[in-house]
């Protein structure tokens, strides 16, 4: 028995070729996209790691103001931590852009080579991959740095550098401006002296904790790292230091000198009054030494009294007056004079010591004032005027470093994108085979009554009925796998990654889980589906089968009113055939779907475009590293602050900006308050924010949160920016009242490379809006295609069951004379109304449907989430959902002319 259904397998593949081979490229296509989307994210993610891994990632970086010594290396890794400096100079190379140069690496962050070989000479360089493509550039070719001529050895890539990007502030990478180059220690060096640098050498350090601690507990050892401003040769940092941090420095200088001086007078003072006591007694034993003499040498000439200090001028004129002795007299002026002087002498030591005791009592008085202005002067300065002096400029783990695994990170989107798709697409495939299988049976069920009747066993049916889908799932399922690891389907996929990462080739990776999916799951689909309806029609009885007996439908008693014959015969035939036609909108819903994909992903990086062309109204932007004093002519001075916030596990880079009023370049009026800003439009859409509501930003720096209330939302589509009055926003940072650190422009200004962390221009943001359209195109155009096919093989096999399921009564109706367009116009053209209504409501629903879903697969991508759509484009999609339908018909007519009247007399009872 088992040999005579093996012959029904073949002659029904024959009978049916077309729809297993459309069931079988449905699948096929299916897995392929799949396997090939997820293969590829799967295949960057684990090398990219064991790549990253065997060239000595590094766990995170930092700078420095002053190079580390070598006692500071060693205590930095006394615990087993390995460090090794990462230092740069950026070379201009005109129209190619800029050349970031290294010394070649020893131990962390290794260069993996595409090409060539290491530079082991002082006229050599390996160039970084993307950078070389850009530029047309090979092993072998010759380039100028800094007017000295180095020959390419090498071309390859490295595991910090992994997205390209210049500054950890782009949006975006631009290999065309942008690339690394590694050279001999000996090259370096002289190119360091050259001089031609665009700005001073950066001094970094890459590390590797080897497990010995965490980032935090290494972050705190590199703060502990002090550098005097006199250790810094870059003489830019030297100006800004004098004229900011160095005031601080002058003042407290100031007022410790102040401190000393009044020390050292007071100590002066105090030891001064100390002998005031010794120097009044001796002033007045000399003036009663003197009286006493007097008195002794008076009393022969009759003296009266004796002489006092308050009486003896008194006493010697009464004794002048009693006297006519000339000469005597001369004697007592003379003794007069002589007392008065000491006298005065003695009077003017007292006022002096008095005078030495009071100024020492006030120098007391002057030193602790001035300690007390020191102390408060101090904490004055440190509450407000809080200058850093340790050494490190900016710590970043590789966690938090977008250069560092920025392939994988968007890979993890497109496996998730891919896993998705393959639900949706399984449930579209079990769905379809359903179908196929509850009509085949249908259309067998005296066949399958006869040999039920003639003994066969449910098992040998079940397995006969299961043989031909459950191959053709497999084979389908085998060729999409294979062709999906094959040249055209990972590496394909991978090819984006390798056209904006700075990634090596990679092996491709073979997954058990999707091999497992692609090659089991449409098997075991077609399996589950089939025992389960064949299990059901097994159960009714034989002669049931035997005679074809339907389920009687409810369809028939449907009161449609007054409906005419032929809107009557189309609504009945459309609700007998709900099956199908169910099907053919479940197509038509996961195609759009598909399609939505593509269509949200241009229409958000046409948004991001012209966005930031529209949005960008400056000609140049400056970033400083060290400010001026004074704002340059011509520009307009703002104050930008780098913050954090999370989003679907994220954690995006947020710019505060602070703006004077009437900033021409943005068109935004900022409230006069510390915790009111106003956000751009992109922030906005990305975190779903909306005016009144509060939200939390980050500075991972110093271990802050600061809360702000959307005060309202502003038009701004380059990147996530959050604005706020230049002024309150100083008072919240602790900045001083004159503090930017960048300028706007719409013309080129004067300044010093040196002073600057970047200069960004109008030209180079057009350039890198279209980079990622430029990208996504493929991508576009696949999910467009994929998705057209889908719907065009769903929509033509379920409305081909239909015709196949109504051929009986087609056939009747043929025996009575109709003819095919009246038979078109009953069985073919009600479709219409199913398709045209079908898609006014898939189309906006499965739009509704992806741009929830859309967030999660650009969840680490900084921009915002605008993806509406213009009526045209929509208008446009409906328009080709009727053309395929109106193709389709015209090849179900053709289907129609091969139904003959004897259909009816075949199956009559």
Known sequence: MQKILRKRIIRDLKENLFRYLALGVLIILGMYLIVSLVGAAETIIEQTASIAEKNHLEDGEFGVFVPLTASELDKLGEKGVDIEPICYLDFSQGKKGTLRVFKNRENIDLVELDDGNLAKKAGEVVLEKRYCEENEIH?????????????????????????????????????????????????????????????????????????????????????????????????????????????????????????????????????????????????????????????SGLLPYGLPKTLTEDNFEEVLEDMKADSDNALFRLKLNSIRDELKALKSYKDGVVSYTDA??????????????????????????????????????????????????????????????????????????????????????????????????????????????????????????????????SKWGVPVQMQDCYNYFSVPQMPVVFPSYLLVYSLIMPSLVAVIVNCLAIWKHLSRPVLAMLKKEQKESRIKNLDLGNVGFVSRFRIRQMLREYRSGFAVILGMFISLLILMIGVDCYALCEHVRTGSIEDTKYEYMYTYKYPDETVPDGGEAAYAKTLKKEVLGYNLDVTVLGLEENNPYFDVTVPDEKNK????????????????????????????????????????????????????????????????????????????????????????????????????????????????????????????????????????????????????????????????????????????????????????????????????????IYVAIMVLYFIINYLLVRRLGKIVPAEFLKNRE
Not at 237 to 259: C, H, P, S, V
Not at 762 to 789: D, L
Not at 799 to 815: A, E, F, N, P, T
């Open 139 to 295: 092993v072998g070719d010759k380039i100028k740095i800094a007017g000295t001529s180095y020959q390419v050895v090498g071309i390859g890539s490295t595991p910090d550098y992994d997205a390209p990007y210049r500054n950890l502030s782009d949006s975006s990478v631009e290999s065309s401006q942008f690339g690394t180059a590694f050279v001999t220690a000996d090259a370096y060096e002289t190119l360091q002296r050259s001089g031609q640098s665009e700005k001073a050498e950066q001094y970094q350090y890459a590390y590797r904790l080897n497990g010995k601690m965490t980032d935090d507990v290494f972050k705190e050892k590199v703060k502990k790292l002090a550098f005097t401003p006199e250790e810094v040769e870059d003489p830019y940092f030297t100006e800004y230091w004098d004229r900011t941090a160095g005031k601080k420095e002058d003042m407290e200088n100031g007022i410790q000198d102040l401190f000393t001086g009044a020390e050292e007078l007071n100590d002066a003072l105090v030891e001064l009054s100390a002998h005031n006591e010794d120097l009044t007694d001796g002033a007045g034993e000399i003036f009663d030494a003197f009286l006493k003499e007097a008195n």
């Open 356 to 485: 030495v005791g009071e100024t020492a009592d006030g120098s007391t008085e002057l030193k602790d004032g001035i300690s007390e202005l020191k102390e408060q002067s101090d904490e004055l300065f440190d509450t407000y005027f809080k200058v850093e002096t340790n050494n490190l400029t900016f710590f970043l783990s590789a966690d938090e470093n977008p250069r560092i695994g920025a392939a994988a990170d968007d890979q993890q989107i497109n496996k998730f994108a891919g896993l998705v798709a393959g639900v949706i697409i399984m449930i579209l495939f079990t769905y379809v085979i359903s179908v196929f299988i509850i009509h085949g049976i249908e259309k067998e069920s005296s066949v399958i009554g006869a040999l039920y009747a003639l003994g066969v066993t449910r098992k040998d049916l079940i397995f006969h009925y299961l043989s031909l889908p459950v191959m053709v799932t497999f084979l389908s399922g085998l060729i999409g796998t294979v062709i999906g690891f």
């Open 677 to 876: 800003v106003v956000l751009a439009s992109a922030m906005a859409q990305k975190y779903g924010l909306k005016e009144g509501d509060v939200f939390v930003l980050q500075d991972e720096d110093t271990d802050m949160d600061y809360a702000f209330e959307v005060a309202g939302i502003t038009k701004y589509t380059p990147g996530f920016y959050v604005f706020m009055d230049i002024e309150q926003m100083r008072e919240l940072f602790g900045e001083d009242k004159e503090y930017y650190n960048v300028v706007f422009s719409d013309h080129a200004l004067s300044i010093d490379a040196g002073k600057l962390y970047a200069t960004t221009t109008r030209a180079e943001v057009e350039k890198a809006s279209g980079v990622f359209t430029r990208m996504m195109m493929p991508m576009i155009y696949m999910m467009i295609g994929v998705s057209a096919f889908i719907f065009f093989v769903v929509m033509y096999l379920m409305m081909k069951v239909m015709i196949d399921r109504s051929s009986y009564g087609i056939s009747l109706l043929m025996v009575f004379g109709y003819r095919g367009k009246e038979l078109k116009k009953l069985y073919l053209n009600g479709n219409f109304y199913m398709i045209a209504v079908g898609a006014a409501i898939c189309l906006p629903f499965s739009k509704i449907v992806m741009n929830a879903m859309y967030q999660y697969l650009v969840s680490n991508v900084a921009c915002g989430l605008d993806l509406g759509l213009s009526w045209q484009i929509y208008a446009g």
